[in-house]
């Protein structure tokens, strides 16, 4: 078995039907100017009121899903991926100590709960697996072959990513009356923040003494925070479907600084993501 | 009422445990090593499998299982320090060559159409060889002075059990011709080679007779 995966390579059933963060955005039924931004509701936050909010739900939850199994994916890569340090060369950057390695079986074990998790209420909201498209940003961002890079790609930004998803998604089964939603996205956010602490807990102690090393994977992680905003999906105005999550992801080792950061990063994406549309209708017009 | 000051025997009548044990401290530290060297092997392995399996329950069980493999790495290294091996690495050794291409040898499937092959090595090699050499150390180290070993020994075997079970029950669902008996028989023949090679886990007299 290689070392280092590529995306185009994720097994995957005939269900599957996989596409990249460019064809997600030029989606026109996600469209925020243009034509077809009429048909959507004045407030895009996901609330029970929204005339879509069923189909809206069970696309999130499918997103939970496909998310849920590329994190699994990524946590077992870094396991087999990196080998121990070597004693004679303790600061290089290609291995990974032994009690990260076994932090990321546990997140591995986690991701395939969060997996079953996602498959039953998928089911429980009238899903079915398959029928939406998986976007494969999240393992895209587990690929690098440093594994501080994945700390802050994977557990930093997509878990971070997660601790949003699952506080909204548990605030829509709390205002839908759906307290077998909120039960179940509680105990997944519990676990997202223990990931979210894990990787930065490691990412310090790893970069502990190779401060270039740690600019660099912070750099990475808002790159990934930006992708992660899913062109304003998720941020604190109400054009995104998906909040941030202040509390839970402070808990999780974010200083208020760095949420600050998020939050200017997603509304940044999210007025690029409009531009981007903008321009795409005149194009077409 | 009882009297609380009567004098009792130390080992109730029901409690039938010896102070003889096969291993000394030395030997128990190897075999320890041994095991976590193969445990670790076993979680990177399923770790590195998840992504390659399009079969979503298989899937989810090698995220599980690897997590339980890691765990049992994660007690033989707390344990070597116990067994006055200060440098856990020197100790976290394949047993012999033999062991060092069995591992290889069980990783190398990776093709989405080869997950027969990728139970197999697990479910009816390894696993097996683990629930051997874990039960023959269970039952033949001293139950006194090498209980905390024991400990890890029952912990360990439960897991390996479910999982065996686990996998089995995966592989018996996905074998669906005699062709695939075939080639899961075949796998099954080459990895059973080299382990004899390799004597088990911990090299020869893994279950005794060395």
Known sequence: ?285 | MADPYKPREPFAPWDRRQLPGLFDVEESARRVGNYKWAEMKLFETLGGWVATVPELDVKMRLGTHCYHHAWHAELWHKRLPELREMNPDRLTQPANDAMVRFVAALAEPEAAEHTIEKLVGVYRVFIPHFIAAYTFHRNNTSEITDAPTIRSLDFALRDEFDDWRDGEMLLQSLIETPEEVDRAAAHQARLEKIMLEAGGITGPGTIGGA
């Not at chain 1, 009121?49 to 696309?59: F, G, I, V």
């Not at chain 1, 976007?135 to 994977?154: H, K, Q, W, Y």
């Not at chain 1, 600050?260 to 993501?273: F, K, M, P, T």
Request: charge should be negative.
């Open chain 1, 1 to 285: 078995m290689r070392k280092f995966f590529p995306v185009e390579d994720l097994a995957r059933d005939s269900r599957f039907t996989q596409i990249n963060m460019r064809q997600a955005e030029a989606d026109p039924r996600t469209a925020l100017v243009g034509p077809n931004a009429g048909k959507r509701a004045k407030v895009n936050r996901l609330t029970p009121s929204r005339p879509d909010a069923s189909e809206a739900a069970r696309n999130l939850m499918h997103g939970i899903f496909v998310g849920e199994i590329q994190a699994l994916e990524g946590a077992g890569r870094t396991c087999h991926d990196f080998e121990l340090p070597d004693s004679k060369d303790p600061l290089s950057t290609d291995t990974v100590p032994f009690a990260l390695k076994l932090d990321m079986a546990r997140q591995a074990w986690d991701e395939s709960r969060h997996v079953e998790i996602s498959v039953k209420l998928g089911e429980w909201m009238g899903a079915e697996i398959g029928q939406f498209a998986e976007n494969t940003i999240l393992f895209e961002a587990a690929c690098s072959n440093d594994p501080v890079m994945r700390l802050a790609g994977v557990n930093r930004a997509l878990e971070g990513l997660a601790i949003d998803v699952f506080t909204t998604m548990k605030e829509f089964g709390e205002v839908a009356g759906d307290p077998f939603l909120e039960f179940c996205e509680d105990w997944m956010l519990a676990d997202e923040v223990t990931h979210v602490k894990m990787g930065s807990d490691w990412l310090r102690k790893v970069t502990e003494n190779d401060p270039e090393r740690r600019k660099k994977a912070l750099e990475f992680q808002s790159i990934v925070d930006r992708l992660f905003s899913f062109g304003g999906a998720r941020s604190e105005s109400d054009d995104s479907p998906i909040g941030l999550a202040r509390r839970f992801r402070e808990l999780a080792g974010f200083t208020t600084d760095e949420v600050d950061e998020i939050a200017d990063v997603s509304l940044a994406a999210l007025e690029a993501r409009k531009a981007f549309s903008a321009a795409a209708m005149a194009s077409a017009e």
